[in-house]
């Protein structure tokens, strides 16, 4: 199966990455450089995670060329606004050690100014522009928002960060960002590890030998999404990169379809649901 997806941009992103929310000191950057060392190429980092500077130390101990990797942070919502994203972004490029990033994106939309976040979006133009980043995004965007974002930028998001796993298959979004050539990018892949017990994941689980974790993200990758589990453990990273089988379509059918579901993170009223 193909490691590698082409963005909107004509940049390839991989299908898996290392997630590092709440990952921090020597335990984010141990996994960071033990992850990079065994089958990742993509770290996904954030302003807000607080732990830029173990990416960067993790990244630097692995000894991978800048190149061959694929970075991604985000700009907080504390640093929205045009002149505040620049600044910020100037201390993520510091803090992770690089010149220039993969992939920034909003981290979340303020959806009480939404002009504020259209400034946002400008400041994230500007660096695309300027080489410090090579391709930008959103995360957290309803199909509205994108609307909205859309009336104002000839700048299409290559990606859209969202919540994204069997429990919550957000098929609405995924046809709609498939339509824009926006690249649907799943955080909390594996669901935070809340439902490893379920009936038909373990039964899919077991007919492929693989663990509810794998199953969870190779359903992600059956779909063409890119998915970045968060773990610290090697034996856990590990695990979540061996998930590069196919899944037949009786199987694509009973994870498409299990219950309940549901959103684990609901934040700064963004989400209906
Ligand atoms: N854009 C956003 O707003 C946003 C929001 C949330 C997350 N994210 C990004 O997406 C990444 C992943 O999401 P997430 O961290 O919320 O959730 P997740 O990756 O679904 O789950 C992480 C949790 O599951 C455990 N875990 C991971 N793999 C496991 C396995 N194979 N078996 C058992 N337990 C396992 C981890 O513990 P151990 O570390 O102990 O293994 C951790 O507690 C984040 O780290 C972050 O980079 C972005």
Redesign the pocket.
């Known amino acids: 199966m193909k490691k590698l997806t082409t963005l909107n941009n004509g940049i390839e992103i991989p299908y898996l990455g290392l997630?590092?929310?709440?990952a921090h000191g020597d335990d984010c950057a141990h996994a960071v450089e033990f992850a990079l060392r065994h089958g990742y190429d993509l770290i996904?980092t954030a302003q807000g995670y607080r732990n830029e500077r173990q990416v960067g130390k993790g990244w630097k101990a692995s000894g991978r060329p800048r190149e061959d990797i694929f970075i991604t942070t985000?700009i907080s919502y504390g640093n929205r606004g045009y002149d505040e994203a620049l600044q910020s972004f100037a201390s993520s490029l510091e803090d992770l050690q690089t010149e220039y990033v993969d992939l920034v994106l909003i981290?979340?939309p303020d959806i009480q100014d939404f002009d504020r976040t259209i400034d946002t979006w400008h400041a994230l133009v500007e660096l695309q522009e300027q080489s410090k980043s090579r391709s930008i995004g959103v995360?957290?965007f309803t199909i509205p928002l994108i609307e909205r974002l859309l009336e104002t930028t000839d700048v299409v998001p290559v990606v859209n960060?969202v919540?994204f796993h069997t429990f919550l298959y957000q098929q609405d979004l995924l046809a709609y960002c498939q339509n824009k050539g926006i690249q649907i990018e799943a955080?909390?892949?594996?669901?935070?590890?809340r439902f490893f017990d379920h009936e038909d994941l373990r039964k899919v689980a077991q007919k492929h030998a693989k663990?509810p974790?794998q199953v969870m993200l190779a359903w992600l990758v059956n779909h063409n999404l890119v998915a970045?589990?968060?773990?610290?453990?090697e034996s856990?990273i590990l695990?979540?990169a061996d998930i590069f089988f196919e899944l037949d379509n009786e199987d694509m059918q009973i994870l498409d379809h299990i219950e309940p579901q549901t959103r684990l993170?609901k934040e700064l009223g963004v989400f209906d649901d």
């Open positions: 997630g590092t929310f709440l996904d985000k981290h979340w995360s957290n960060q919540e955080y909390s892949p594996v669901a935070k590890a663990t974790a970045i589990p968060k773990s610290v453990n856990r695990e979540n993170v």
